[in-house]
């Protein structure tokens, strides 16, 4: 198996992952309403907010993802918005009252389009870079482990805490 076989069967294997995680999760009764810190401890946001952001998110980040697949250009492509970002948190908000079984079905539909995604990259696409303006240069892989796949997992770690007992 060539290196970008196996690269893209272990990204594949990880999407199949996290959609049994958010099945599992969008199938538990929904937590209490308490809040929950985000990433940056700025903002705190209850179960009905991070499941609007994880359904948000992973649409806004494979555009970010297909851009940088198709930038033309040797320097790296911009990543990212800061968390104030209008379109962010009125995505947040128009969906935090929704049942989490219609953030899933988003979800899925967006898994599968990242499946499809990195089913047609080429090995150039994947050599591409960007430029995040925080975290700095990252290749493709990254951007879509980090921002994708490991942020759905964090998300998920955060419901779950909202399950337990205080």
């Known amino acids: 198996m060539s290196e970008e076989s196996a690269r893209t069967a272990a990204i594949l294997?990880?999407?199949?992952?996290?959609?049994?995680?958010?099945?599992?999760?969008?199938?538990?009764?929904?937590?209490?309403?308490?809040?929950?810190?985000?990433?940056?401890d700025e903002e705190r946001w209850d179960a009905g907010q991070i499941w609007a952001h994880m359904a948000e998110a992973l649409f806004f980040h494979l555009g970010q993802a297909r851009r940088i697949a198709a930038n033309p250009s040797p320097e790296p492509a911009p990543l990212g918005r800061p968390p104030t970002h209008e379109a962010?948190?009125?995505?947040?908000?128009?969906?935090?009252?929704?049942?989490?079984?219609?953030?899933?079905?988003?979800?899925?539909?967006?898994?599968?389009?990242?499946?499809?995604?990195?089913r047609g990259l080429s090995p150039e696409a994947w050599s591409k870079r960007s430029r995040h303006m925080t975290r700095g240069e990252m290749d493709l892989h990254q951007v879509v482990m980090d921002f994708m796949l490991d942020h759905l997992d964090q998300h998920l770690a955060q419901l779950q805490s909202l399950s337990e007992p205080v």
């Open 13 to 40: 294997a990880r999407i199949d992952t996290v959609e049994r995680r958010l099945t599992e999760q969008a199938e538990r009764p929904l937590p209490p309403s308490r809040e929950q810190p985000t990433s940056g």
């Open 88 to 118: 962010r948190l009125s995505a947040i908000e128009a969906g935090r009252y929704a049942p989490p079984a219609v953030h899933l079905e988003r979800l899925r539909a967006g898994l599968a389009e990242l499946r499809d995604f990195v």
